[in-house]
């Protein structure tokens, strides 16, 4: 029997998980325990603003901040699990900050199945369906600083100082540069706008920064975006310091980087692509509460976006930029989140389908992954697995693969989000999300 859909073309990416809390609606939820990452919970980061989310949640809920709402700091990485274990003990809803704790979440949440946990910037695939990660779109902050780069650029070179190049970063990176080509075309730009970036070794190496900052002023760069950490921070608060146009990232970095404003070059500061973590943690929290657990991902990611306010720039603060250059940000943000453009970036590998151009050679061979097979060869295709097998033709066009056979799955096409000697990565047609195999042959 030839299943419909999506399987009849690769009848191994048919099959969808649902993933379900394991707990049944329960509205007695109400302890909330939250574990800083090192440092203070004023740290004007993500400890904060979490911690702003859960102090939302306590106000909204009439809970008592010290005992229904409490938070354990963390003096070192030493402290993670065991804060995380008391939390779970005592809690009804754990939230942990920061990608660094997410594998000792993952761990204590198969401990505590009848516990909730919030990882905040933990990236959760088919993990325990009482853990959620808060991811962001950070594509859709990267667009609007290179929209906005090229908007206050005189010298016509803009730069961004990236972190290391997981994906996270080359969502960054990607959607700077698609968001500056937007501009370029949607203002009808004639002159040559030149986007240079750098991706950094470390999200902790300033001086690093710091060199790159100056290359890219050497060569002319009066706008720089920096999302890499300490060593953007460093990077762009060098680059002020010297007359160049900045932009923030994650929080608003006048009152980090720049003190209030009382650091050298704060008024050129234009504004910071904000990650606003306290809705993401409130969101969360709120759904446990109100035991509404359609609304909980549970064993997936819940990802912030312009769409639901999980995203948002800072203001201008102390920089004398046009008000109008804002409002034209407001208006592409607001295009972003009602879906009339979009970034072009891939969420799983920060890569921008579009651009990529894929030869009929790079494909031959077996793919797989724990659903089934396919085998390109020349301009045909097979798929193929445990009681079935499929035979055809496609034509490949760009990143673009379009099927022909005869059977359900003729016209279906797949785009190629990327492609390696060992990984592909795919999305049907037939799909709302990508598929990753592996070369068997």
Known sequence: MIRKGLLAVLAFLMIGVSVSTAQEEDTSTRRVCMVLNIGIVEDGGFNQNSWDGLLAIAGDYDLTVGEDVIYLASDSDEDWLPNIQECAESYDVVVTVGFQLAELTAQVALDYPDKFFVGVDHDVVNGSPNYVGVQFSDDEAGFLAGYLAVLVTETNVIGGVFGPPIPVIKRFRNGFMQGADYAITQLEITDEITILTEYASSFAAPEEGIALVDGFIEAGADVIFGAAGLTGSEGIKHAAAQGIYVIGVDQDEYFTTFQSGTVEGADRLITSMLKRVNVGVYDMVAALIDGDMASFPGGRNYILSLANDGISFAPEHDADIPLEYYDAIIDVADMLAFGD????????????????????????????????????????????GEGFELTGTFTLEGNVITLSGDNEGDGVSIEIYALDETTLIVQSSNQSTTETFTRSE
């Open 341 to 384: 453009i979009s970034t072009g970036v891939e969420r799983t590998t920060g890569s921008v389908p579009s651009l990529l151009v894929i030869d009929i050679a790079d494909l031959e061979g077996v793919w797989g992954n724990e659903q089934g097979n396919v085998a390109f060869e020349g301009d045909t295709w097979r798929i193929f």
